[in-house]
């Protein structure tokens, strides 16, 4: 990942610049994107940015939003790359796919609200059994996700 402040490469999974210090995390807990949804935790990374829980203080229930990285918030491409998602993820309904409220631009900061989903991620089951599910196991999560799709 390129530093939005130095344009330095970093590593994809650091938290700040290596060469400048600037710290990739785009938001913190309290802060309000659009007026309406207060950030409450980080709940993961990808590619494109990071989702966190948040409160939707207009309707008084949790969601998930994600941000496009900063490094990529100013590039048309990866813009329309994140809309493109939005309108894929927006075609279909399925129990095993989180709904997708809105899409937003503030201050720089291009989001997603969407369904917050209580539970267990894939990850921390996987950490939860060492690493690895058993075969059943990872059958049953595989044909979730092929739903999903």
Same mark, same amino acid.
């Given at each position: 990942?390129? +530093?939005?402040? +130095? /344009? ?5 999974? =650091?938290?700040?610049?290596?060469? +400048? ?5 785009? %938001? ?11 950030? !409450?935790?980080? !709940? ?10 948040? /409160?939707?203080?207009? %309707? ?5 939003? @994600? ?12 813009? @329309? ?6 309108? !894929? =993820? ?14 937003? $631009? #503030? /201050? ?6 969407? $369904? ?7 990850? /921390?089951?996987?950490? #939860?059994?060492?690493? %690895? !599910? #058993?075969?059943?196991?990872? +059958?049953?999560? =595989? ?7």
């Amino acid at each position: 990942m390129l +530093c939005p402040a +130095c /344009q330095a490469p970093n590593d994809d999974s =650091a938290e700040s610049c290596f060469t +400048c210090g600037r710290a990739f995390a785009a %938001l913190t807990r309290g802060t309000l994107i659009a007026g309406r949804y207060e950030v !409450l935790s980080p !709940l993961g990374r990808g590619g494109m940015g990071m989702v966190y829980k948040a /409160q939707d203080r207009m %309707l008084d229930e949790a969601v998930a939003i @994600k941000v496009l990285r900063a490094e990529f918030a100013h590039t048309p491409e990866m813009a @329309k790359r994140f809309r493109h998602e939005i309108k !894929l =993820a927006r075609k279909g309904s399925h129990r095993n796919v989180g709904r997708i409220y809105e899409y937003g $631009e #503030e /201050q720089g900061v291009r989001y997603i609200s969407m $369904e917050f989903v209580e539970g267990t991620d894939l990850r /921390q089951l996987m950490d #939860e059994r060492g690493g %690895l !599910l #058993e075969a059943e196991e990872a +059958c049953e999560v =595989a044909a979730q996700a092929a739903d999903g799709l």
